[in-house]
């Protein structure tokens, strides 16, 4: 499929500030505030959805995506209302293809090809179907016994050919099995000339013509072709055609209204149609061997359906869930990983509308592009969110960077900044019992929340939170943060126990490497994840605390350690 390259000068203030360095402490990894509250209700986000259209205006001038020939939506979507939270279109003033647009102008119900998008609806039916991510460690041949017909070779791969026993379905859904892409001069059936090879004849290509890009797990490389095996792994799972099981994996339980494989049927489709088959278009180039990789027909509605389905674990479980959305592989750049098959950016977020300071957040996406249509389709775990891009017209291939980058800039940030507003407002303050007391702060160019100060019937406490991997030493002046660690309980009352962590730290961080404006090359002191949540043969589990959350607002922290349940006593300060 048409993954046209276009480099993209930093757009917006935010991505132009060259002085942004990482939070003075260094956060664990994950949401540092809680998401659940409601995003529209916030100034942060307010802001951004006033902003947006200005973003939109200045990609228009600044001549990055043409107006006249490009039409293209977005959607954002929200775990919390389950929701759309905020859309925007625009439809192309001067079509150049001859598209014909919906009746009532494009909306959350229409129609487009989502080109490579389509991959991660292969992977989700295939973990779906199979109950796991068990599958992943499966050989390919488990499944497709014809790609075994030849003995495994002693190499995994050799110039000339691949030893399928070695493939994994794991290695081919990360795009390290070596497959490449499914153009290949001797392999015909994903010509528009011949379009309709028989499973048999397309694995006996694969067999006997295509020729490996890489050994197994070399490393990521994008790789279409393995799709097309994976759609018939799907097909032998369910023991129907590409369509009907995504269908019946996804669709039916999901209620997925209109995605599929297969040209929409009807006269007055909702959606944008650009007439003249490849290479102008691929709409109606329905070629099912290559569907698995990049044929799905989709909207705004079933993708948000689609991501919420993901993020609130509604086919697989919350901890295969998590282990999906994990990298599970690296490119050559440090702030994109690669997993099955999500595109993962790795966001230097600022902290704060305006902060210098930044702190990194995964950002799960799938990317998708075809003649005349691109998409792009977004998960952020730590914010509770997700969007969907989709674009129509001449200049596709580009514009969905540019495009993505706006949305994920504006909206990304944006649920940062909401849920640092959030926290100030419903988590920070004094909590206390008698003389003991424990005060929480949200501060500008901080993340997580503050522990400015904590007493046990009368003495300081929290010179205590050490981290014995660490050596900090006792009772020196640390400051101490405190980050959700996921872990919760629902009680009787409705309200919900949280577990987060104490992370005390010297700042500044030194020494933290060149890339992060320190020296050299290693990283020795962002190093949290290595030294929290130790048993201290002297304090114990000191540094877990249960947050006690009623109707989004912190009512209660509970000490284990020191057995007080310390309740609020006032909003507290913030510099938020
Ligand atoms: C959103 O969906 C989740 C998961 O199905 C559900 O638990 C929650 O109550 C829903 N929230 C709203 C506001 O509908
Ligand atoms: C648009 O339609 C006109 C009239 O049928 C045709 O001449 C032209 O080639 C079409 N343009 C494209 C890009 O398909
Ligand atoms: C490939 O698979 C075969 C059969 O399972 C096995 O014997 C062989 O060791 C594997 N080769 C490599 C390089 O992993
Ligand atoms: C595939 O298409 C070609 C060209 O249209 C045709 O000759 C051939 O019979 C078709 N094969 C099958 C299996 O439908
Ligand atoms: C917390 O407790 C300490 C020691 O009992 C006391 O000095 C301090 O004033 C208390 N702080 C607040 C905000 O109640
Ligand atoms: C914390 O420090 C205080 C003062 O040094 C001490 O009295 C207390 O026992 C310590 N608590 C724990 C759990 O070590």
Request: glycine share 10%; proline share 7%; hydrophobic share 35%.
């Amino acid at each position: 499929m048409l993954w046209s390259l276009v480099s993209i000068l930093p757009l917006l203030s935010l991505a132009a500030a060259k002085d942004i360095q990482p939070t003075e402490e260094c956060p664990l990894l994950g949401p540092t505030y809680s998401s659940d509250f409601d995003l529209t209700e916030t100034n942060a986000f307010s802001e951004a959805k006033k902003d947006f259209p200005g973003v939109v205006k200045k990609i228009f001038e600044d001549e990055i995506v043409d107006p006249k020939v490009s039409s293209f939506t977005i959607d954002v979507f929200s775990t919390f209302t389950n929701k759309s939270i905020y859309s925007y279109s625009h439809q192309a003033t001067e079509p150049s293809l001859n598209e014909s647009f919906p009746e009532g102008g494009i909306g959350d119900k229409t129609i487009i090809r989502v080109g490579s998008v389509s991959k991660l609806f292969t992977v989700y039916a295939i973990l779906a179907q199979a109950g796991g991510l068990e599958v992943f460690d499966h050989s390919v041949t488990k499944y497709l016994p014809e790609l075994a017909q030849y003995p495994p070779k002693e190499k995994d791969n050799t110039l000339e050919s691949f030893a399928w026993e070695n493939i994994t379905i794991g290695a081919l859904a990360t795009h390290q099995a070596g497959t490449g892409q499914f153009a290949n001069p001797s392999i015909a059936c994903f010509t528009p000339e011949k379009d309709n090879c028989s499973t048999s004849e397309f694995l006996r290509e694969m067999l006997e013509e295509k020729v490996p890009s890489q050994p197994v797990f070399q490393s990521p490389l994008y790789s279409d072709g393995g799709f097309g095996v994976l759609g018939r792994v799907l097909e032998k799972m369910t023991g129907k055609n590409y369509n009907d099981a995504i269908q019946i994996v996804l669709s039916k339980p999901l209620g997925l209204k209109d995605t599929g494989s297969i040209i929409p049927k009807g006269d007055d489709v909702d959606a944008i149609i650009i007439p003249g088959g490849p290479p102008t278009s691929a709409w109606g180039f329905d070629n099912q061997l290559t569907a698995p990789s990049g044929g799905i027909y989709s909207n705004h509605a079933d993708l948000r359906t689609l991501g919420l389905s993901i993020l609130q674990s509604k086919l697989l479980t919350p901890s295969e869930t998590r282990a999906w959305m994990k990298p599970r592989g690296h490119t050559s750049s440090l702030v994109t990983t690669i997993g099955a098959p999500w595109e993962i950016n790795r966001l230097t977020l600022p902290v704060a509308p305006g902060s210098k300071h930044y702190r990194v957040s995964d950002l799960y996406t799938k990317g998708g592009g075809q003649p005349g249509y691109t998409a792009i389709f977004a998960l952020s775990p730590d914010h509770g969110i997700g969007f969907s891009v989709l674009v129509a017209g001449p200049t596709a291939g580009g514009d969905r960077w540019p495009i993505r980058a706006a949305v994920g800039e504006t909206f990304v940030a944006a649920a940062e900044h909401a849920a640092k507003e959030n926290a100030a407002k419903k988590f920070s303050g004094v909590f206390g019992d008698g003389k003991s007391n424990m005060t929480l702060t949200v501060e500008k160019d901080h993340v997580g929340l503050g522990m400015e100060n904590w007493y046990v019937d009368g003495v300081e406490w929290r010179a205590n939170i050490t981290q014995p991997a660490l050596s900090l030493p006792k009772g020196k002046d640390l400051i101490v943060r405190l980050y959700p660690t996921g872990l919760e309980t629902t009680e009787d009352d409705g309200s919900t126990i949280r577990q987060y962590r104490a992370v005390p730290e010297i700042t500044p961080l030194n020494p933290r490497p060149a890339i992060e404006g320190g020296k050299g090359l290693f990283d020795d002191r962002c190093i949290t994840w290595f030294s929290t949540a130790f048993y201290d043969l002297e304090t114990g589990i000191i540094d877990e605390f249960h947050l006690k959350v009623r109707n989004g607002e912190l009512v209660a922290v509970i000490s284990k350690a020191a057995e007080k349940v310390m309740k609020r006593k006032n909003g507290g300060k913030t510099g938020a």
